[in-house]
């Protein structure tokens, strides 16, 4: 019997999770073994991301390893707006099928599905309108 077999007998019996984060989003993602489903905050993927955009960016790490009708996928996710809650779910996908079958991590590591984006919004400061704005200047 192969090492692969006996992960996904082993993993059968149990879910795995994975915490991603974008900007201030943050998704809480279990996945298990078995029919094919994708809910986020207890809705269809589809329904929740209507942006094709945010839906395949949220489902990309389930084609990429070719599990999109293997797993069953349940989101949480909180904070943020909806493009950064997809990014967010999109990373905790990850890192949970990178602990259902460490033999997927180098692969999801390489196309930068494990990597964090660390772009975020900048704070204002003192004196100023804004991160960057100013308020307007009189010469005279």
């Known amino acids: 019997m192969s090492s692969t077999g006996s992960s996904i007998e082993s993993a059968a019996r149990k879910q795995f999770y994975g915490t991603g984060r974008r900007r201030e989003a943050v998704a ?5 073994p078995g029919p094919a489903r ?6 269809p993927v589809d329904e929740y991301f209507n942006n094709i955009a945010w839906h395949t960016a949220a489902v990309e790490p389930l084609k990429f390893t070719q599990m999109l009708d293997q797993l069953e996928v ?3 996710v909180k904070g943020g707006g909806v493009g950064g809650q997809a990014g967010a779910v999109r990373m905790g996908l990850s890192r949970a099928l990178a602990k259902l079958n460490p033999e997927l991590r180098p692969a999801l590591r390489k196309n930068g599905f494990l990597t964090r984006d660390p772009r975020m919004k900048e704070r204002k400061k003192y004196g100023q309108k804004g991160a960057r704005r100013r308020f307007q200047f009189s010469k005279r």
Do not use: G, L, S
């Open 28 to 32: 809480r993602v279990y996945i298990k």
């Open 38 to 43: 994708f809910t986020v905050n207890k809705r």
């Open 74 to 76: 349940k989101a949480q």
